[in-house]
């Protein structure tokens, strides 16, 4: 069905992605879900999710591309075990402050982007995925609530608490070359 609106080259788009990182996905969700039933429910509904934001894809071949698809079947995965497990996030129940400071602004050179990515990458996985989403694609808070399926505020706080990690290490890393 979801098919139906989108044109022919996204569709074509859609089964490139499914034959090259199916796999991939279904390795994704299990690790997370140990049944093979709802991990592939779960690489159905990232197709899905993917069908909605289809624009954002640039190369399949792209490391950022499998990123953001991992991203997106992690959470889905994750969202899927939790209902299971009848589980409610803490995060959404959180207060909301005011920091507007956008980390994207920020011009970095190459080593010290490499630098920010590990770190990232050793970050808590709620952390990174807002943290990719945000710096790396450009979504906002709302389209980032929507691909991870979690409330505005719990993106906005999940981001928050990133951008503040993130800070935290920008600041160190400064104060070792002063």
Do not use: P, W
């Amino acid at each position: 069905m979801i098919f139906l609106i989108l044109d022919s080259e996204n569709v074509l788009l859609l089964e490139e992605i499914y034959k090259k990182y199916s796999k991939f996905m279904y390795k994704v969700a299990y690790n997370i879900l140990h049944n093979k039933y709802d991990t592939e429910d779960a690489v159905q509904q990232t197709i899905i999710k993917l069908s909605s934001c289809i624009e954002k894809i640039g190369d399949i071949e792209d490391k950022k591309t499998r990123n953001f698809i991992g991203i997106i079947c992690r959470n889905i995965a994750v969202n899927i075990y939790n209902k299971s497990k009848k589980y409610v996030d803490v995060d959404e129940y959180d207060d909301i402050s005011n920091d507007e400071g956008d980390l994207s602004l920020i011009i970095i050179d190459r080593e010290n982007m490499e630098k920010i990515e590990k770190f990232i990458y050793s970050l808590d996985k709620k952390y990174q995925n807002v943290l990719f989403l945000k710096l790396q694609y450009g979504y906002n808070i709302r389209e980032i609530a929507d691909i991870l399926e979690i409330s505005y505020t719990a993106a906005q706080k999940r981001l928050e608490r990133g951008r503040n990690k993130l800070k935290e290490f920008l600041k160190k890393e400064m104060n070792r070359y002063e």
